[in-house]
């Protein structure tokens, strides 16, 4: 009898706004129209915590971590203005403002701290990605495709995801909100 349970990737990120979303997939439209396909392609905007693979009863235990997390954080706006054509990196991705980035950095920061095992990749720093694996010659043809980009989102939700083998896609499957609530101190409540 074979107990071995199977184990999936699975990545937990910050997931913008459905608005913010669609405005990364029209900028993603405009740079394949430009070049053809490329890698994050399809994958929808986020930005990743971490990576992992898991089991159904590891995966729970991310889980609860992520809501015991979610359950006291705060919301807060970001703005990501800076575009990033990296030929070192083969990139071109969104960065936050100073503001946005202190603050990410922060949020990442606990989280990853709050998720910790042996069995996770943390991700870099905060960004959205636009393309990824490019040549230099794509990542040229990119540099006068975008004007001035601005996008702001409300930071409130945290998303797990697991990777498609079949379309090759990290695709969500469970998001948690900011909830915000006050922060219970266990050693007050022992002397009430």
Same mark, same amino acid.
């Given at each position: 009898?074979?107990?071995?349970?199977?184990?999936?990737?699975?990545?937990?990120?910050?997931?913008?706004?459905?608005?913010?979303?669609?405005?990364?997939?029209?900028?993603?439209?405009?740079?394949?129209?430009?070049?053809?396909?490329?890698?994050?392609?399809?994958?929808?905007?986020?930005?990743?915590?971490?990576?992992?693979?898991?089991?159904?009863?590891? =995966?729970?235990?991310?889980? $609860?971590?992520? $809501? !015991?997390?979610?359950?006291?954080?705060?919301?807060?706006?970001?703005? +990501?203005?800076?575009? #990033?054509?990296?030929?070192?990196?083969?990139?071109?991705? =969104?960065?936050?403002?100073?503001?946005?980035?202190?603050? *990410?950095?922060?949020?990442?920061?606990?989280?990853?701290?709050?998720?910790?095992?042996?069995?996770?990749?943390?991700?870099?720093?905060?960004?959205? #990605?636009?393309?990824?694996? *490019?040549?230099?010659?794509?990542?040229?043809?990119?540099?006068? *495709?975008?004007?001035?980009?601005?996008?702001?989102?409300?930071?409130?939700?945290?998303?797990?995801?697991? +990777?498609? !083998?079949?379309?090759?896609?990290?695709?969500?499957?469970?998001?948690?909100? +900011?909830? $915000?609530?006050?922060?219970?101190?266990?050693?007050? =409540? *022992?002397?009430?």
């Amino acid at each position: 009898m074979n107990l071995k349970l199977n184990r999936d990737w699975y990545s937990v990120v910050i997931y913008p706004q459905a608005k913010v979303i669609d405005e990364i997939a029209v900028m993603k439209d405009k740079f394949a129209a430009k070049i053809g396909w490329f890698a994050s392609r399809n994958s929808k905007a986020h930005i990743t915590v971490v990576v992992f693979m898991a089991d159904q009863y590891e =995966l729970n235990f991310y889980i $609860e971590q992520i $809501e !015991e997390f979610c359950y006291t954080q705060k919301q807060q706006e970001v703005v +990501f203005d800076q575009l #990033s054509l990296s030929k070192f990196s083969r990139a071109i991705v =969104l960065l936050p403002n100073d503001l946005s980035k202190a603050y *990410l950095t922060d949020l990442l920061k606990r989280l990853r701290k709050q998720l910790r095992t042996s069995q996770t990749i943390n991700g870099s720093n905060a960004h959205i #990605s636009i393309g990824r694996e *490019l040549s230099s010659a794509q990542i040229e043809l990119a540099e006068n *495709l975008y004007d001035q980009v601005s996008l702001k989102f409300n930071c409130d939700t945290v998303a797990i995801r697991k +990777f498609n !083998e079949t379309k090759r896609q990290f695709e969500v499957i469970k998001t948690f909100k +900011f909830l $915000e609530n006050p922060l219970i101190d266990t050693q007050y =409540l *022992l002397f009430n």
